[in-house]
């Protein structure tokens, strides 16, 4: 990630200019360890504002079709995100999200698994809940509420750790990943201004 610094305060400026930035919760981060940050998406611009708000790097995935430029792929790999094949189960993308977070670094994912145009809250796909529940990491919820007008609001808010013991001792099947989903969802939900519930049978709505 030694591209990560420089990238983060080039964005933060440039947001800071253009935008009403607002944060909240951020004492609810923790300090140190593996933390997996979860939020909604509704525009391309939430995984910069999520990285320019936190206090602490953090690492992304992003569709492997963007590492097929050399340099675009130079840039992303020092900015420590990297590439996952979307439409089918990632193993290696898998793989290396549990070993970034048990190298004790944040990462961030989008439960949805895409931009969620229908400004509600779209069905989780199970990605977000399987690493939570694989990895034992503290799942930190964080709502971004703007439509991302020129000088308009945005309002970022950190929720404290979804409580997901219910599923972390329970076998780890669709039971248990859709409970887990659907908890990660509703604390997503409840951080936004004015808070969206999640119906977790309303099924995929994007």
């Known amino acids: 990630m030694w591209l990560y610094g420089f990238a983060r305060g080039l964005v933060r400026l440039t947001f800071g200019a253009i935008y009403r930035i607002k944060v909240e919760g951020l004492g609810n981060i923790p300090p140190d360890g593996g933390v997996i ?9 939430d995984p910069m504002i999520v990285g320019i708000t936190m206090p602490r790097p953090i690492s992304y995935m992003a569709k492997h079709e963007l590492f ?15 590439p996952v094949k979307r439409g089918a189960p990632d193993r290696a993308a898998l793989k290396k999200s549990i070993d970034v977070l048990q190298s004790g670094i944040c990462f961030g994912i989008f439960p949805e698994g895409t931009r969620n145009k229908t400004g509600k809250l779209a069905k989780a796909e ?14 930190i919820p964080v709502g971004i509420s703007s439509k991302y007008k020129l000088f308009g609001p945005i309002l970022i808010r950190y929720g404290k750790p979804v409580d997901l013991n219910a599923y972390r001792d329970a076998k780890l099947n669709s039971e248990a990943l859709e409970g887990a989903s659907a ?16 119906e977790a049978a309303a099924g995929d709505n994007r």
């Open 37 to 45: 940050v979860c939020g909604n998406h509704f525009n391309a611009r």
């Open 68 to 82: 097929q430029n050399k340099l675009f792929a130079f840039v992303l790999n020092g900015m420590g995100v990297f």
């Open 126 to 139: 199970p990605g977000a809940a399987y690493l939570a529940l694989k990895s034992g990491a503290t799942v």
């Open 183 to 198: 908890a990660i969802m509703s604390a997503i939900g409840a951080q936004l201004e004015p808070p969206l519930p999640y």
